[in-house]
């Protein structure tokens, strides 16, 4: 069992989303950056979609009241064990009776706290990710709080197999505070104006300090269409690029709504959807098109990479044993 000391900022319990609920209109929630998500828990033994915290900008205090394998990717929020160093994208062992926090904020904005065993929350709707418009899912809908206390399931890593793989670390993403965000065009691509289709990868944007889990909204150069369309709401997805009456682009993010009216200037490929979680307000950002084939190119290798990393880890740990 962990106690939460302090909730931190925003911590949640999230595991991959909510799905095949969206044509009710129950939005997919799940982890900002599922990649991180996926090898934290990859790292601890877990099946991909067990749930775990997630933890922005401000880290929790978590007293752990038993023996435990941890291990934390994503952003680095300087994690520490009882004053000691936590090393990101690798296994650690935790002793019961000591405490982990966090310290100053210094790459990214979100990290993921993986526990062997998985965060025991119950089940809604197929899922334990938290959705906190509607106080669904996770620790009773909502960010965890001083005095929680989350069950753990049964790990499949041990502690002394734990400590023997604390060398042992995954491929992390090239997170920054100003990346190149890879997109395709949106489904009303052309009905934007040639100087905003022009300006849209030309020119910076940055993130508005008016954004969270739903939808990252930017501040740069204003986009309209060539002349005014009535729309019909249509099906959005993660990394959906609207674009509103202002003419202020919204990246619609895990919490999006399961429908939108607003027209779709680009959709951000899949495998730079970390890149664009980790940011934070006032951070800049740059657009780069690329084709829906060179998408799926990269998406079949980053998962090559990590069935391969998987398998990799397995051999390992059947040979330690």
């Known amino acids: 069992m962990l106690t939460i000391r302090k909730g931190g900022m925003q911590t949640t319990v999230q595991d991959l989303g909510r799905f095949g609920f969206q044509k009710y209109g129950v939005v997919a929630s799940g982890a900002m950056d599922p990649y991180a998500l996926r090898l934290a828990n990859l790292l601890v033994g877990n099946e991909d979609n067990a749930a775990a915290l997630e933890i922005t900008l401000m880290g929790p205090e978590i007293f752990f009241e038993e023996d435990a394998v941890i291990s ?3 952003g680095d929020l300087r994690p520490e064990l009882d004053g000691r160093a936590v090393g990101l994208w690798r296994p650690a062992a935790v002793t019961k009776g000591q405490t982990l926090t966090f310290g100053k904020l210094h ?3 979100r990290c993921y706290l993986a526990v062997a065993g998985g965060i025991d929350v119950p089940k809604v709707m197929n899922s334990r990710s938290t959705y906190l418009r509607a106080a669904l899912g996770g620790y009773q809908g909502r960010a965890l709080e001083a005095g929680d206390q989350l069950t753990i399931g049964k790990a499949v890593v ?3 197999l734990a400590t023997q ?3 042992w670390f995954a491929p992390s993403p090239s997170y920054s505070s100003e990346p190149v965000i890879r997109v395709t065009p949106g489904r009303q ?4 104006s040639d100087d905003s289709r022009k300006r849209f990868f030309s020119e910076p944007f940055s993130l508005n300090s008016q954004s969270d889990r739903m939808g990252y909204r930017l501040n740069g150069p204003r986009l309209s269409l060539s002349e005014k369309q009535e729309m019909i709401s249509e099906a959005v997805a993660f990394g959906s690029i609207q674009v509103p009456a202002d003419g202020n682009p919204i990246i619609l993010m895990a919490d999006r709504q399961t429908v939108g009216g607003y027209p779709k200037i680009a959709e951000v490929i899949t495998v730079d959807l970390p890149l664009i979680s980790k940011l934070k ?3 800049r950002l740059r657009f780069k098109e690329v084709s ?3 998408a799926q190119r990269l998406l079949r290798l980053q998962e090559k990479k990590i069935n391969c990393l998987k398998r990799a880890i397995q051999l390992k740990r059947e040979v330690m044993t």
């Not at 691509?189 to 934007?192: A, Q, R, W």
């Open 165 to 167: 793989e604390e060398s």
């Open 158 to 160: 041990t502690q002394k």
């Open 189 to 192: 691509y052309n009905l934007f």
């Open 107 to 109: 790459i990214g904005s």
């Open 281 to 283: 307000p006032g951070d």
């Open 292 to 294: 829906v084939d060179e």
């Open 72 to 74: 934390i990717c994503g």
